[in-house]
């Protein structure tokens, strides 16, 4: 079936109403209020891979919340691996040969100004030692359009940095909440043009 515009729309909301509904938050008893942050990832991550999945040609499969390449030391929140891919025993590392995409996802995107170069560095160590692997990072929600002049930009600035080379993409302003219009088809469409061998 062919999936329209529409169908990506809808799903992009969906993905943002249940990660938004079942996320976690408390209070401490000062009134100071915190986040499940691991929580909040994994679940960011698994309604990424679920809806990402149906997208997905035969030929690959995700891996993850929490994947690694067998071999280096860094977990990677989602892995496109090959269909027949299996990970080492009692592991969740796939062979780099078994790997075609990295995909950082993050449910409200980075916390300072360091975080763009950090991620560059990451993913140009990681393609420098695995060529097949392409990265790419998705934010579900991030200051895109801030009010004021003054305000940082911050998928501006992960885009300055990160962009052409590795694509970023951003479901929802998180000061309004509003959906980027075409975002999840987008990301879709990138993951499913790059996934093949080189």
Known sequence: MDRTSNDFDI????????????????????????????????????????????????????????????????????????????????????RDHEVRFIIEVKSHGYMNREFPSKLLSEFDAVRERYKNVNCTYLTIRETWMPKRDASISYVRELKKVLEPKYRVFCLAESRTAELVPGQWQQFVNHISENCSSP
């Not at 942050?37 to 960011?44: E, H, Q």
């Not at 997905?56 to 891996?63: F, G, I, Q």
């Open 11 to 94: 799903e992009q909301a969906e993905i943002l109403e249940i990660i938004e509904s079942k996320e976690r938050r408390y209070e401490d008893a000062e009134g100071a209020r915190f986040r499940w942050n691991k929580f909040n990832g994994d679940l960011t991550c698994r309604a990424v891979r679920e809806y990402l999945r149906k997208h997905l040609p035969k030929e690959v499969k995700l891996a993850g919340p929490n994947a690694y390449i067998d071999g280096y030391p860094t977990e990677f929140d989602l892995l496109l691996v090959t269909e027949d891919a299996l990970p080492a025993a009692f592991t969740n590392a796939y």
